[in-house]
């Protein structure tokens, strides 16, 4: 089925209908613990979890059916736990799939009556010659579909990295660039540059918050590979970007301290480890002394000293993974130490990081 960004007509109807479904499902598993599942429920929930992604397949363009859907999915992460990760599709049943559901997890006196035809459901299918990353399957539509609702479609990212580590690093491979790439297109166009730059910081936060969570929960080599290598570039100038931003800073920092404390483990390749270091000192480290000593960069702000001694952090990884090199970049920076030399100073009184201390006075000798 086609559709455009959600709305009305048939597609609506569809929508609605299959939204309420999902969320009765949703909202009947609150009742279960982990330990409650198994046998028929276990089965049932794990159909849910499959019916569930047809639906987004079909109607993932539909906010109302995207939004009740990452409710279920949350629930199934706590519930199934890594029966989520991976599972050859079995066939479901023709029709009134949530429905069947619903009445195999709820006593007789509190049953739906059944329906003819559920829309959405009727005659899919999980082919079981086909064994998907289920991660993957549900993922892609609501990375591609998403709009105002970005911000949960990362919290049900995030909550999967938590959750599984590396092991949901092949289904973050998939959607990183095309998730990047779709919150660029949500940048309004239209309007007044003020409120054109206030959904572009909205959106760099909702992009850096995913990803300081992937390089963070074992699935930092990923960045590397060839399918997100291609746009690692894109993906680190995002994040010298996000550096300006105030509530984005420390999360952009501690992002490039791990790339830089394993890229000579993730990336096998001797030219991207160049062309990733050439970055780092000729962009990043440059950006990020630019960011900490402009005007809006507070250290007594509670957020801006975690930033310093994230930074402090960075740069002594920097110092010991290419020490040559950091200490050209540190005499590279007397361009500018004299017009920040009074500000370093003064910043320094209030500095309570040794470290950063040290890289200081290191940069002003």
């Not at 009445?103 to 559920?118: E, I, S, V």
């Not at 996000?242 to 993730?266: A, D, H, P, Q, Y």
């Not at 090199?325 to 030399?341: C, H, N």
């Amino acid at each position: 089925m086609e559709g455009g960004r959600g709305g009305g007509g048939e597609s609506g109807e569809k929508a609605a209908f299959v939204s309420v479904l999902i969320g009765s499902i949703a909202s009947l598993s609150k009742g279960f613990s982990k330990d409650d599942v198994g046998g028929e429920s276990r089965e049932a929930f794990s159909q849910a979890l499959q019916a569930t992604v047809q639906s987004l397949h079909l109607l993932g363009n539909e906010e109302a059916v995207r939004s009740r859907s990452m409710v279920l999915i949350h629930r199934m992460v706590l519930l199934l736990g890594e029966e989520v990760m991976l599972s050859e599709g079995s066939e479901l049943p023709n029709a009134d799939i949530y429905i069947y559901i619903y009445n195999t997890l709820t006593p007789p006196t509190r049953r739906f009556a059944p329906r003819q035809t559920l829309f959405a459901i009727r005659d899919s299918r999980c082919s079981s010659s086909q064994v998907l990353p289920f991660v993957g399957s549900f993922l892609g539509p609501l990375v591609s579909n998403c709009e105002k609702d970005a911000m949960e479609v990362v919290q049900l990212m995030n909550q999967l990295l938590i959750r599984f580590g590396g092991a949901v690093g092949g289904s973050m491979e998939e959607i990183i660039l095309p998730f990047v790439r779709h919150c660029h297109d949500l940048v309004p166009v239209d309007g007044s540059q003020s409120q054109i730059a206030v959904e572009a910081v909205s959106l760099y936060k909702i992009q850096i918050l995913f990803l300081q969570h992937v390089v963070s929960n074992e699935c930092g080599a990923v960045f590397f590979s060839p399918k997100v290598g291609a746009g690692l570039e894109g993906i680190l100038d995002l994040m010298c970007r996000g550096m300006e931003i105030k509530e984005g800073s420390r999360s952009c920092v501690l992002f490039l301290c791990k790339l830089c404390s394993n890229v000579s483990t993730w990336s096998p390749s001797p030219a991207s480890q160049i062309a990733f270091w050439e970055f780092i000192f000729n962009r990043a480290l440059v950006g990020l002394w630019r960011v900490m000593m402009g005007k809006e960069f507070n250290v007594k702000d509670a957020q801006c000293m975690r930033t310093l001694g994230e930074a402090a952090v960075l740069m002594a990884v920097v110092r010991e993974k290419r020490g040559e090199r950091f200490a050209g970049f540190i005499d590279a920076l007397s361009g500018f130490v004299g017009e920040i030399k009074g500000e370093v100073v003064r910043r320094m009184k209030v500095c309570k990081h040794t470290e950063f201390k040290g890289l200081v006075k290191k940069a002003l000798t």
